[in-house]
């Protein structure tokens, strides 16, 4: 499983304690500049926390970052997920296709909802839907895809609407990771059905939890309103109706005014995440140890870096690859452990090894290597050294 930022944190102090001379470089870290915690500090002090004009204004500035487009915010991704689907009618005795390659959060949300997921594979290198087994795998049920920009690399945007507009399907997008993408040109959530992103501490902006849903339906929008705060609506300040039974996901002003911070950086530290990522793929064109994933084009907003690992050419496993890296003072994650399609919750739906052979592989082979903004190119040159001299030493 990927390392908590706490075994991160733990891991550096440790280090340091030992006299190294050598920091610790995590997997991931986010950047947080002084103006934003300033910021917070100024929100803190207002005495208003819970939603109030920093969420109004970091919802306008993603509408204007979306072109125009309505955005509401929730408290994490997985609940604008959750409530994507049910704004779309998604419920009991519906399916949804979607990647049996991605964080458990995109099935557990269909599963709650009601409805079934329905597993197909991804490409091996791109890690995203394959769309000839999207069309295989529609029936008179399917009310939905949804499909994952995976480490942020668009999918292809152009079939992934043909499909659904020939099967008037409607289209949840879990681009959790693509805040920033583009696809010929034009940036994931300005366009399309729901499309939903996280602002985890991982991601390329972050609200230190937070996500949200980008859409053009106002009744849409008036819908997530309410899932995100117990199905109420005030008519007057004294009089207020539940119109049904809702949780509540509503964002905070002080995560807002962090991701009011993050959003103003975004162009910014995505072209650095390009260059370090470029850096990868440079130092590794030629006798690359390892698999590594589709490039992209300048479109990728290059949220993570996994590679697969050659196991059945190498004598360690991938923990102990993991682990010869943190003694070289490296953090590496991965994502994700497993295809979500052989946890138990999802074998109890019938599904089995060897159905989603790339998925599965995935899960078992890769890692994810140092990559975030405040990396320097010389870093990266440092992750490459070592895993290739890990990887040689344990070739069998």
Not at 30 to 50: F, K, N, Y
Not at 147 to 174: Q, S, T
Not at 269 to 285: C, D, H, P, T, V
């Amino acid at each position: 499983m990927t390392k908590s930022p706490g075994a991160i944190l733990d891991g550096a102090k440790r280090r340091a304690q030992d006299g190294s001379s050598t920091p610790f470089l995590p997997f991931t870290r986010p950047t947080i500049d002084e103006e934003t915690i300033q910021g917070v500090v100024e929100v803190l002090r207002s005495g208003w926390l819970a939603s109030g004009p920093n969420v109004k204004k970091l919802e306008e500035a993603l509408s204007e970052y979306f072109g125009g487009r309505a955005v509401r915010t929730q408290t994490h991704a997985t609940a604008s997920l959750e409530h994507a689907l049910l704004v779309a009618g998604i419920g009991p005795g519906d399916e949804v296709i979607t990647p049996a390659m991605s964080f458990v959060a995109t099935a557990n949300v269909i599963v709650r909802v009601g409805a079934r997921p329905v597993f197909v594979d991804v490409g091996l290198d791109t890690r995203n839907i394959d769309f000839e087994q999207v069309e295989a795998a529609i029936t008179a049920r399917t009310r939905a895809i949804m499909p994952v920009h995976f480490a942020g690399l668009p999918v292809d945007m152009d079939r992934l609407y043909a499909i659904a507009g020939r099967h008037r399907l409607r289209v949840i997008e879990d681009a959790a990771q693509a805040i920033g993408s583009t696809w010929r040109g034009k940036r994931i959530g300005s366009f399309g059905d729901l499309v939903c992103f996280s602002f985890h501490p991982n991601k390329n902006l972050t609200s230190i939890e937070g996500g949200c849903v980008v859409g053009d339906s106002l009744e849409d929008m008036r819908e997530l309103e309410l899932h995100r705060f117990h199905g109420q609506r005030k008519a007057a300040a004294d009089e207020v109706d539940t119109l049904f039974a809702a949780g509540k996901a509503n964002l905070s002003d002080v995560a807002a005014r962090v991701g009011l911070g993050q959003l103003a950086a975004l162009e910014r530290s995505n072209a650095r995440r390009r260059e370090l990522a470029a850096r990868y793929f440079s130092l590794w064109a030629i006798d690359a140890p390892l698999r590594l994933p589709a490039r992209g084009d300048e479109g990728h907003n290059c949220h993570m870096f996994a590679p697969l690992l050659p196991l059945d050419r190498l004598r360690i496993s991938r923990l102990q690859f993991i682990q010869q890296m943190e003694e070289r003072g490296i953090g590496i994650g991965v994502h994700y452990a497993s295809a979500i399609h052989l946890f138990t919750a999802y074998r109890a739906l019938g599904y089995r090894d060897g159905q989603f052979p790339n998925a599965e592989r995935i899960g078992r082979e890769t890692v994810t290597l140092p990559l975030f903004p405040a990396m320097e190119l010389s870093d990266v040159d440092r992750v490459v050294a070592a895993a290739t001299d890990v990887l040689r030493r344990a070739a069998k």
